[in-house]
């Protein structure tokens, strides 16, 4: 056999060395989707292979040029595997949110960057490297979502549960702590319908995660297009059952709860945050506020009709939190009627507002980067608190996460929606979904303040 002398471009999708996170669950792995459009649109006569470590860690694999993706949880890693490569003269191309964000910082361990969406400038950047001519920066544009090219998915580690796909980009919210809008535009992007269906034939899973930050999105228009979408599921026999994520508005339209059923939804995540409107002010989480945080309620029960569970989001560190509103926020947790709990810490991620809030009043705990940027996951307190030490937050989180997943309690809520749901698969969907967000915090058996470094 002769061997293969196309050049080779890798791709790496790094994790968080630190800290497992999601990584601890089987479950909660999600596809590197950019990556396998990345590969898709880089030309034939490339041998393209994609390096995966929620599978297995980082070893180096020869190459012409190398691409990695980094969220700010992973950077710290990125820039380990970029010098690495570049030590041995490969050049290196890096993208994604973080380096989206954080150009400048980015360009410090790799030979170029691309800023926001590939898709505009990937087949450019490929000529450029083939001629030498190979630019520090590449910006791309906020492209419409038709003719999407389908990513290369054979290229995808075989051990994912589930297959990945995204129909909509953009979010037009302004919320403090999140940086999608900065990097995807606050326009709502739609693919077309029977693109996204051709799409969902070509994945193997069973089981699919939409990865659309809002898959219902927020007009009547966007509510008309996901029906639209779901029913014509129904009609091809794609036979999958999904997740995603949507805002509390998803049971203002029954029928929109209806098709997502009927095409196989089971669980959707929703963005609560918190249960008390100073802290949705803070956040300036406008939709929570207009439904209004009584309501909450009212809208797990309307999924609920249709078989649907709810993955309640909740976050915790906001400035007006205090022990008691800790409290009263894990009370109002073990009440509610939500299926499973995710439960994160406020996150100044860049690019967002509250990241340059915090930043310009002094407040990072952990400011030496790019190392300290693999704290940013969500799971530790980087800044200040404003009425708590770090030290009486984290000491209040210990005792409110392992009351959030005590296992008799997850029991009983497992019982609770059997019953609300009517089904005890999606119920037991949850019940392992609240298991796995526990194990984000409780490894091994230990309590969750041993999983706290550096207290």
Known sequence: MMNDTRPTLVLVYPANQLRKGFLVNRDTKYQPLSLGIIAALTPSHWKVKIIDENFRTFRYYPADLVGITAFSSTATRAYQIAQLYREKGVPVVMGGIHVSMMPDEALQFADSVV?????????????????????????????????????????????YVFGSI????????????????????????????????????????????????????????HQERAIELFRKMVEAGIRKDWISQASLN?????????????????????????????????????????????????????????????IAGFMFGWDTDTPERIHQRVKYIRKSNADSIQSTFVTPLPGTRLYD?????????????????QRFDYGDMVFRPALMTREEFLEEMNIALNRIYDPSHLRRKFFKSWWNLKSFTTAYWSYMSNWNYRNMFIQDGKKVKNWFLDK
């Open 357 to 373: 809030k915090l930043r310009q009043e002094g407040r990072f705990i952990h400011d030496n980067f790019p190392d300290d940027w």
């Open 250 to 310: 998803l049971a203002e339209n029954p029928e929109v709860l209806k098709w997502a059923a009927r095409s196989g939804c089971k669980m959707i995540f929703v963005g609560v945050e918190t249960e008390q409107p100073e802290g949705l002010e803070e956040s300036n989480k406008k939709i929570n506020l207009r439904i209004g945080v009584n309501a909450y309620e009212e809208v797990f029960k309307k999924v609920h009709r249709y078989g649907i569970s709810v």
């Open 115 to 159: 800023v926001g969406e590939a898709e505009s400038v990937w087949p450019g950047l490929i000529r450029d490297f083939e001629n030498n001519q190979l630019q520090k920066v590449y910006k791309g544009q906020l492209l419409p979502m038709n003719n999407s090219p389908l990513p290369r998915r054979d290229l995808f580690h075989p051990g």
């Open 166 to 221: 995204q129909t909509s980009r953009g979010c037009p919210f302004d919320c403090s702590f999140c940086s999608v809008s900065a990097f995807n535009g606050r326009h709502y992007r739609m693919r077309p319908v029977d693109e996204v269906i051709e799409e969902l034939k070509t994945i193997p899973q069973r089981n699919v995660f939409f990865l659309d930050d809002n898959i219902v999105g927020i007009s009547k228009a």
